[in-house]
């Protein structure tokens, strides 16, 4: 073979000693340990690059929540500590300029020098003071409003419309002795019929039957057929124990309002504890023909009937309410002594044994 050739052959299958010096025991382990070094400062480079940015990620969020919240309560108009927030839209248009004015310009005292100024920064005061009872009376705070009507009269003492409305939140708060000390100062112009009504109620509830009859009467003599004092009228005669006035009232209370079952059903009751019996029976069929799926009411019309002496239409009154009630409670009413005329009818026995059965 030629010498070229050979030599040829020779580098083709030669091993290159730096790469052979690689692979020797102490240099693999140095390359290793560099290897895993390498690795460990990616590895470091990359938790502090990663710490890094969720720290920015948390900041970002926290800055944009704060920013948020911020303009959240820019966005709200705080309430003044010095003044009760009304809506604007809550007040008649002639009232809105209240808006502009703060609860301290209710106040009526002035420096007591000379005469108290009568004026039109007066008279504005005395108004901001009756819109705001009015706007306490609607929320039901009688104390306030009492407080604002009270001011209006401070500034204005012969001001009318305002000692009536003032006396109902006097009754309201139960303080009757103003109430009726105001009213006796009241003027006609002011008592229309629903305010007498309601001073009516009100003196129902404070047990001042004397005056309530008195303000009821007068609201009917304005309105005739004004059924809410009518209603009321009613109610206070049954707890003076006037039968007489209490029927009529409240029999041309329903002669207008006939679908009135809670009424009806209290007249009911009224008529079977005073004993008139033929009266109640007739309320009752009305009201079992507007409620016909409660028990109670035909267990009641079952003992009119009975005192009546309709036993027959007892013994009815008696199978509906068993069918509306559970049969311990249907024996309950039917094992009562009052019904003892009834158990030798063939009917009424069967009703029994029919209820004992189920």
């Not at 019929?193 to 609201?219: H, M, Q, S, T, V």
């Not at 004993?275 to 019309?301: H, K, M, V």
């Amino acid at each position: 073979m030629e010498t070229g050739k050979r030599q040829h052959l020779q580098d083709i299958y030669a091993t290159d000693q730096t790469l052979k010096d690689d692979y020797t025991p102490q240099v693999a382990n140095e390359i290793v340990e560099e290897r895993k070094r390498e690795v460990r400062r990616h590895q470091f480079i990359g938790f502090v690059l990663g710490m890094t940015i969720l720290l920015l990620a948390v900041g970002l969020v926290y800055v944009v929540v704060r920013e948020y919240i911020q303009i959240q309560k820019a966005s709200t108009s705080p309430t003044p500590i010095t003044q009760e927030y009304i809506p604007r839209y809550s007040l008649p248009t002639e009232a809105q300029w209240v808006m502009d004015f703060n609860r301290d310009y209710a106040d009526p005292k002035w420096n007591e020098e000379g005469e108290r100024p009568f004026n039109s920064n007066w008279l504005k005061k005395a108004a901001f003071n009756i819109i705001l009872a009015e706007q306490a009376s609607e929320t039901e705070n009688y104390s306030e409003a009492a407080e604002h009507y009270e001011n209006a009269l401070e500034i204005v003492p012969d001001l009318e419309g305002v000692k009536v409305p003032l006396s109902i939140a006097y009754f309201k708060l139960k303080q009757y002795d103003k109430a009726l000390k105001l009213m006796d100062g009241a003027s006609d112009v002011d008592l229309t019929f629903d305010i007498l009504n309601n001073l009516g109620a009100a003196c129902i509830n404070a047990k001042l039957y004397d005056r309530g009859e008195e303000y009821l009467l007068r609201a009917l003599a304005l309105k005739p057929a004004y059924t809410e004092a009518l209603r009321n009228l009613g109610m206070l005669y049954r707890k003076t124990d006037n039968e007489e006035g209490a029927i009529k009232a409240y029999e041309q209370y329903l002669d207008q309002r006939p679908r009135d079952t809670d009424t009806r059903h209290n007249f009911a009751l009224y008529l079977t504890k005073i004993g008139n019996w033929e009266f109640a029976g007739e309320q009752l069929r009305l009201l079992t023909e507007e409620i016909s799926d409660e028990a109670t009411l035909y267990s009641l019309l079952a003992r009119v009937e009975m005192k009546l002496g309709n036993d027959k239409a007892a013994i009815a009154a008696f199978q509906r309410a068993s069918q509306l009630s559970d049969p311990q409670r249907a024996l309950d009413w039917m094992n009562e002594s009052e019904f003892d005329r009834l158990r030798q009818d063939e009917d009424f026995q069967a009703l029994i044994k029919h209820v004992e059965t189920r």
